[in-house]
């Protein structure tokens, strides 16, 4: 795992950098994985910046979000779907057609489940996904003592991550209970992946998933298997690291490396 501790400022323009690399290698149909909430925000607005400033064209490439709560709608304001819209397929230029989320208000949410992790093998998989972590280590919505091996289904959100989430929404009761996610063998599937996080209430699990034991109960952690993940986090979500000196030189020597590539 590449781990960069940088400013508030910097993440956004650190993990566009790397969208945008994965998107020219790949070509104009690089499949993009998009998390909603607070911490790709920064990461959006620097893609939307590149994109409006002729550098980058998602108009024929695909994205998939992680996860919808159950129950809401793509016309819902609080769902995931108008999210994306607003933060990813309108201001990054992408054709609606190609942006996929899991479809919350589905008549059958097991099969919907089933159906968006077919969908996201036949359009190749994921070339670069971008992820923020729960308090808790959550990735997408797979809490804790989620299946390391999981594939896009039907969860049951913690209390946690209700309370966590509930600023989206007027009451704490309106927070949905039920959510569809990818799972996270779905997730590990995405050829390169970038963790973002910010702030002290995200430092313990920024630490567990890049030292601690790779284990259910901080779901983010089986990243440590994956040979492509880059975390991007600020000093204050860097706090509980123990090797945070390493990972500065390491950085230094990469970063030195890269710039004076051929
Ligand atoms: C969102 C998602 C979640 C969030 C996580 C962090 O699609 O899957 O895992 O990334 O809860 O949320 P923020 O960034 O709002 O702190």
Redesign the pocket.
């Known amino acids: 795992m590449e781990v960069i501790i940088t400013t508030d400022e910097e993440i956004g323009l650190r993990a566009a950098r790397i969208v945008a690399d994965v998107v020219r290698a790949r070509g104009p149909r690089a499949v993009l994985g998009v ?5 790709p925000l920064t990461t959006y607005a620097e893609l939307a910046r590149m994109v409006a400033a002729g550098e980058l064209d998602f108009s024929h490439a695909s994205a998939f ?3 919808e709560y159950g129950g809401l709608g793509p016309d819902d304001p609080r769902s ?1 779907a108008a999210t994306i819209r607003e933060e990813v397929t309108v201001p990054l230029g992408f054709d609606p057609e190609r942006v996929h989320v899991p479809d919350g208000a589905a008549a059958d949410l097991f099969v919907a489940a089933e159906e968006y992790d077919v969908a996201i093998r036949e359009a190749g998989g994921v070339d670069v996904q971008l ?4 308090t808790n280590g ?4 797979n809490e804790p003592t989620s299946s390391l091996a999981s594939r896009t289904r039907v969860k049951v959100l913690t209390e946690q ?1 209700r309370l ?1 989430n509930s600023r989206f929404f007027d009451h704490l009761d309106d927070v949905p209970t039920l959510c569809l996610t990818q799972g996270l063998g779905t997730i590990m599937e995405a050829r390169s992946v970038v963790v973002l996080a910010t702030g002290e209430s995200k430092a313990e699990a920024i630490a567990g998933i890049v030292e601690g034991p790779v284990t259910a109960m901080c779901p983010g952690s089986i990243l440590q298997w994956h040979p492509r993940t880059t975390v991007i986090v600020d000093e204050a979500a860097a706090s509980r690291l123990r090797n945070v000196d390493y990972y500065r030189y390491v950085q230094q020597q990469l970063d030195r490396m890269r710039a004076e590539r051929p």
């Open positions: 998390a909603t909430g607070s911490s979000a992680l996860d995931y992820l923020g972590v729960g959550h990735i997408g919505f991550t966590d």
